[in-house]
């Protein structure tokens, strides 16, 4: 492991992992990828039950880990790989609160609030994928529990969460080894910490609020169509 992200999602983490792939240090473990492998589902929710993870094992193959589960482990892994450099992704607070909230938060408001049509999609992807079938448990575990304590509802709290988390990193890698970084600027930054030169192109910008609905909602839709 190369490169571990410690920024909480919605802070341009997609955006990143895109990033360090073009730059060399993929694949990059992502939230995405999880979906996409459900299988892996088990490793962060059999972490959640108290075993003792194997993270070389839950990496295998990856360069690189960005977004949450992994950003809810952060101290873990920083221990587990030394030698691993730190991206903290940081955006506004007040428009990164906006942003979770209708995009992760509102997911996780309406799984807990099913409607019908909601029921009948739970139930297909139950019978095609028992372990996507887990998302809600693991988004429930290493987000809403492990990262908030369960009040996601609480405006001031989240954001009070978002403030001491950033803190707590600084406070925790030290200079060298940590990054603190706004996607918004770009790629100079980024590459100077990790050394390599600068691409050609635009910084990657992916996964806005519609594309991250866009993208759930086609996943689930293909797995009740073809299966896991």
Not at 14 to 23: F, G, H, K, P, V
Not at 88 to 96: E, G, K, N, Q, Y
Not at 100 to 123: A, K, L, M, N, Y
Not at 170 to 177: E, F, S
Request: glycine share 8%; aromatic share 10%; charged share 25%.
């Amino acid at each position: 492991m190369k490169v571990l992200g410690a920024g909480f999602g919605r802070t341009g983490t997609a955006s990143l992992q895109t990033a360090l792939e073009q730059l060399g240090f993929g694949p990059c473990y992502h939230m995405w990828g999880v979906i996409s492998e459900p299988h892996r589902i088990r490793h962060w929710l059999d972490t959640e039950d108290g075993g003792d993870p194997d993270w070389d094992e839950v990496f295998a193959g990856y360069a690189s880990a960005v977004d949450w589960p992994a950003a809810s482990y952060w101290r873990e892994l920083a221990d587990h790989y030394p030698d691993a450099k730190v991206v903290l992704t940081v955006r506004d607070p007040a428009r990164w609160y906006d942003s979770i909230s209708s995009t992760i938060f509102d997911h996780i408001q309406g799984e807990r609030r099913p409607s019908p049509r909601q029921r009948i999609v739970r139930w297909l992807v139950a019978r095609r994928s028992p372990d996507l079938a887990r998302l809600n448990d693991l988004v429930e575990t290493t987000i809403v529990d492990r990262a908030f304590g369960g009040r996601i509802e609480d405006r001031d709290h989240v954001l009070d969460v978002f403030h001491r988390h950033v803190a707590e990193v600084k406070a925790a890698i030290p200079d060298g080894r940590l990054l603190v970084f706004d996607v918004a600027e770009g790629w100079e930054p980024l590459c100077a910490f990790l050394g390599v030169p600068v691409p050609d192109g635009p910084f990657p910008r992916s996964n806005d609020r519609a594309e991250f609905h866009r993208h759930l909602s086609g996943r689930l839709r293909r797995v009740i169509l073809h299966g896991s």
